[in-house]
Nanobody, 122 residues
């Protein structure tokens, strides 16, 4: 299973970014997925999740500003981030929990992307 995260960058406060997480080697339509972030000197924190039944959850600090979604045809998860704040600056990591197409024995496992840096200037 491979996850390729992209879309990070430098943006001014109030701006927007869309993160992408392209997955391969997993039954994507049956997978739960989400995004975490980790700021310097802080613990990794959950940002948003999306189940394979399309149920979403958001951390309070992003509600109303971030939107998680998926495109099954592209095996890609997205995190649309609007009205960004300097405190959103962090490395963002995507994960997928599901069944690999080979070698998994039908067991669900969690797989992580490599992280993408988001920097919001004031």
């Amino acid at each position: 299973v491979q996850l390729q995260a992209s879309g990070g960058g430098l943006v001014q406060a109030g701006g927007s970014l869309r993160l992408s997480c392209a997955a391969s080697g997993i039954f994507f339509s049956m997978a739960d997925l989400g995004w975490y972030r980790q700021a310097p000197g802080k613990q990794r924190e959950l940002v948003a999740t999306l189940t394979f039944r399309d149920l979403t959850t958001y951390a309070d600090f992003v509600k109303g500003r971030f939107t998680i979604s998926r495109d099954g045809a592209k095996n890609t998860a997205y995190l649309q981030m609007d009205n960004l704040k300097p405190e959103d600056t962090a490395v963002y990591y995507c994960y997928v929990e599901g069944i690999a197409t080979t070698g998994s024995g039908g067991q669900r496992s969690v797989y992580w992307g490599q992280g993408t840096q988001v920097t919001v200037s004031s």
